[in-house]
């Protein structure tokens, strides 16, 4: 089975950029979709970008388009996701997560633990 473990998140200003990471490991991943998610407390989780087993983003949230972009490093069993443009409402947990060649936001396989993105004013 595959494990996720994310990494990357803290505070910073608004305007500020961030990235996070993923790692993985416990399989061939190569060919697992992965996605990221966030939940902002007392709200329900977002899905906010998928990328397909070929490294092209499936999928993303309007609200982050053009701000967020995920990308993969497969030598290095590593998926990111690039924020830039901050604001104090991306303020979240964000989640890693996988698929086997699949995501959806109800579709998900593995899921790392979340790290803690605060965007302050």
């Known amino acids: 089975q595959v494990q996720l473990v994310e990494s990357g998140g803290g505070l910073v200003q608004a305007g500020d950029s961030l990235r996070l990471s993923c790692a993985a490991s416990g399989g061939t991943l190569s060919r697992y979709a992965f996605g990221w998610f966030r939940q902002a407390p007392g709200k329900e989780r977002d899905l906010l970008l998928t990328?397909?087993?070929?490294?092209?983003?499936?999928y993303y949230l309007a609200s982050v388009k053009g701000r967020f972009t995920v990308s993969r490093d497969n030598a290095k069993n590593t998926v990111y996701l690039q924020m830039n443009s901050l604001k104090p409402e991306d303020t979240a947990v964000y989640y890693c997560?996988?698929?086997?060649?699949?995501?959806?936001?109800?579709?998900?396989?593995?899921w790392g633990k979340g790290t803690l993105v605060t965007v302050s004013s």
């Open positions: 997560a996988a698929g086997e060649g699949y995501i959806a936001r109800d579709w998900v396989d593995y």
């Open positions: 990328e397909n087993w070929r490294g092209e983003t499936a």
